[in-house]
């Protein structure tokens, strides 16, 4: 065993022992806790953005993206909504113990079935620090430990807000080991999780393309992740055109490195005019590509690609097409999203029902932004990622998405004929 591979398996070993602990904790007792994490966070505040003021200086001379600088940067708003989002978990209703289903056979043996904690969960991602806070929150109240590996990005960033959170779970009364964080950024640690079979339950990946990719071909341990945000907003042919014009840039513009942005604007050509919208974009910054009928509405277009169907930019670029109605809308979602978030704006409440019931994605919305695909904008508190695979839970992730169930069969001395 290489010596990455032997700090995990002793790092997991931990954690199982603090999730035993973790599972039997009154929900009382985890939501205290929490609160003093987020009391710790609040403290370390200068500390903290110190910690990412040097991450920041780093990415910026290794050339990163300016989505990714977005993703890393912390400021005092961003600090507090940590803060306040360890604060939002610790009020939500806790699953764990949670009767969902109960039923009595004819021979008398009562069957339920209870929300348990899933144990040990290993969560990787990138650039973002604020998910240091988020997933041990999530994963704490949920009776779970956590491993968490950050990006290397964000080493000096996930370090002081770990050891902030980290203080406040174990003065309020939670097992030292209930949120550990990986103290290296060597690629093996990856490696050595997504192998580390009876030792972690559940892998999340939060992250790029390429890291979701390799924990999904490479994880044998289950995986809960989506692995692109290739999100459409469709402008109905009833759309409002004032409220089209203004979800088209919020889903777009509002911050276009997150996975909830709109890659993909597109216009059924029974709408009205589109050159407000596509005027609208162009003059926020945002660069356009379309085919050549988008170019004759509005000139500052650039020619698409096939490729540009396809792909999750993360940045002020969107891709624009015209389509014959909601059928014509589908199929193009159907031929080229991710299954994460797609939108219709229109005022037509049975093309609505349409779009909603016949999309497959984790994610649907009619009359508002894709940018609303957020665990805290969903009422969940701290989100741990969005799923789009069918199983176990999909969309944003919070605490029930982290439990599992067994059943328990209660009997007064029934045996098997």
Not at 47 to 71: T, V, Y
Not at 185 to 192: E, F, L, S, W
Not at 231 to 237: E, L, P, Q, S
Not at 294 to 320: F, K
Request: charged share 20%; hydrophobic share 50%; aromatic share 2%.
């Amino acid at each position: 065993m290489t010596e990455t591979a032997a700090l995990i398996a002793r790092m997991a070993q931990r954690a199982r022992s603090a999730a035993v602990q973790l599972a039997a904790m009154p929900t009382a007792a985890k939501a205290q806790a929490l609160r003093a994490a987020a009391a710790a966070i609040r403290a370390d505040a200068p500390a903290i953005l110190a910690a990412n003021a040097e991450d920041m200086a780093a990415a910026e001379a290794n050339g990163l993206s300016g989505a990714l600088l977005d993703r890393l940067k912390l400021d005092d708003t961003r600090v507090e909504s940590m803060a306040a989002g360890v604060e939002a978990v610790a009020g939500l209703a806790d699953p764990v113990g949670t009767v969902f289903d109960r039923v009595e056979r004819p021979n008398g043996l009562v069957l339920t079935r209870v929300r348990v904690p899933i144990g040990v969960i290993g969560i990787i991602y990138e650039s973002r620090p604020n998910v240091t806070a988020d997933a041990g929150a999530l994963c704490a109240m949920a009776g779970n430990a956590a491993i968490l590996r950050g990006g290397s990005e964000a080493i000096r960033s996930n370090r002081a807000i770990h050891e902030a959170l980290a203080r406040g779970l174990a003065e309020g009364g939670m097992p030292a080991d209930a949120v550990q964080l990986v103290p290296v950024t060597d690629r093996a640690a990856v490696g050595a999780m997504l192998t580390a079979e009876g030792a972690i339950d559940m892998v999340v990946p939060r992250g790029g393309k390429g890291l979701v990719a390799r924990v999904q071909a490479e994880a044998r341990v289950p995986v809960l992740a989506h692995l692109d945000g290739l999100n459409h907003t469709y402008v109905d042919g009833a759309a409002d055109p004032e409220m089209a014009r203004e979800l088209a840039l919020n889903a777009k513009m509002r911050r276009t490195g997150i996975c909830g942005a709109t890659e993909t604007l597109l216009i059924d050509r029974a709408f009205g005019d589109p050159r407000p919208i596509l005027a609208t974009l162009a003059d926020a910054g945002c660069e356009l590509r379309g085919d050549a009928a988008i170019q004759a509405l509005e000139p500052r277009t650039v020619a698409a690609s096939d490729e540009d169907w396809d792909t999750e930019y993360l940045d002020s670029i969107l891709s624009v097409k015209l389509v014959d109605g909601i059928d014509d809308a589908m199929a193009h979602i159907a031929a080229h999203g991710s299954h994460h978030t797609d939108a219709i704006v229109t005022a037509d409440a049975a093309v609505a029902e349409k779009f909603l019931a016949q999309v497959d994605s984790a994610i649907v919305v009619w009359n508002a932004s894709t940018q609303f695909a957020d665990g805290g904008e969903f009422g969940l508190g701290a989100e741990i990622g969005i799923s789009t695979g069918r199983l176990h839970a999909r969309g944003p992730v919070a605490l029930e998405g982290l439990t599992t169930y067994k059943w328990v069969v209660r009997g007064t001395g029934q045996a098997r004929p």
